[in-house]
């Protein structure tokens, strides 16, 4: 099963690095807020490639598939000492690999689009109501992740599994909320990586 653990975290890795290539670009760090000015928001994108986006998504949805080795291995060896959290763990992995896969990709399509689209004011608006309107998915994507975390840190604190007690911190809402604070980008997936780490030497 380690080695499943790991696959996960160098997914989690491999997501964040992904998550980095389309936040920071050569003119600086796109946030949310430049989407509401158009001035700031082609400036962000101008002379960019548009490889970048497309190179985002695709090793994005393999990073989601790396991590999602990950959660099916804790919830399969959870089946016999702790089913109910095994099956919440296993559902939960399922909502968020599915809406974390098509959220990835709205992110780096909503570029894409801008760039391709000469980064007009009419382009802003439309990747905006495109992303409103999809929003769900990232909602979705947290919710499924928040589920596994649960389903986890029950069963790691309850002793049902190899792993001590005490290791119940290595949990991905935990130190996501330790990481909310320093506004880190891909702060989930650094989560996730830490938390399958915790998990590999210790499971």
Same mark, same amino acid.
């Given at each position: 099963?380690?080695?499943m653990?790991?696959?996960?975290m160098?997914g989690h890795i491999?997501c964040c690095?992904?998550?980095n290539?389309?936040?920071y670009t050569?003119?600086?760090?796109?946030g949310l807020?430049?989407l509401?000015?158009n001035?700031k928001?082609s400036?962000?994108f101008e002379?960019?490639?548009t490889?970048r986006q497309?190179?985002?998504?695709?090793w994005?949805i393999?990073?989601l598939a790396?991590q999602?080795?990950? *959660?099916? &291995?804790?919830?399969?060896?959870?089946?016999?000492? &702790?089913?109910?959290?095994a099956m919440v763990?296993?559902a939960?992995?399922?909502? *968020?690999i599915?809406? @974390?896969v098509?959220?990835h990709?709205i992110? @780096?399509?909503?570029?894409?689009?801008?760039?391709?689209f000469?980064?007009?004011e009419?382009?802003?608006?439309?990747i905006?109501?495109?992303f409103?309107k999809t929003s769900?998915t990232?909602i979705?994507? *947290?919710? @499924?992740?928040i589920?596994?975390?649960?389903?986890?840190?029950? &069963?790691?604190f309850?002793?049902?599994?190899?792993?001590?007690?005490?290791a119940?911190v290595?949990?991905?809402v935990i130190? *996501?909320?330790?990481?909310?604070p320093?506004?880190v980008?891909g702060?989930?997936?650094?989560? @996730?990586a830490?938390?399958?780490?915790?998990?590999?030497?210790f499971?």
């Amino acid at each position: 099963m380690k080695i499943m653990l790991i696959i996960a975290m160098l997914g989690h890795i491999t997501c964040c690095v992904c998550d980095n290539i389309i936040t920071y670009t050569p003119n600086g760090r796109f946030g949310l807020a430049d989407l509401k000015d158009n001035e700031k928001l082609s400036a962000r994108f101008e002379n960019i490639n548009t490889s970048r986006q497309i190179s985002s998504m695709l090793w994005g949805i393999l990073a989601l598939a790396m991590q999602v080795c990950g *959660y099916f &291995a804790i919830a399969d060896s959870l089946r016999v000492t &702790a089913p109910t959290c095994a099956m919440v763990m296993a559902a939960g992995a399922v909502i *968020y690999i599915a809406f @974390g896969v098509a959220h990835h990709i709205i992110c @780096g399509l909503i570029e894409w689009f801008y760039i391709k689209f000469d980064r007009t004011e009419k382009a802003r608006v439309t990747i905006l109501d495109f992303f409103k309107k999809t929003s769900v998915t990232m909602i979705a994507c *947290y919710v @499924g992740l928040i589920i596994v975390s649960a389903a986890l840190f029950v &069963a790691v604190f309850t002793g049902c599994t190899a792993a001590p007690v005490w290791a119940c911190v290595f949990n991905a809402v935990i130190f *996501y909320i330790v990481l909310t604070p320093f506004k880190v980008v891909g702060a989930g997936n650094i989560a @996730g990586a830490l938390t399958f780490l915790g998990l590999a030497i210790f499971m």
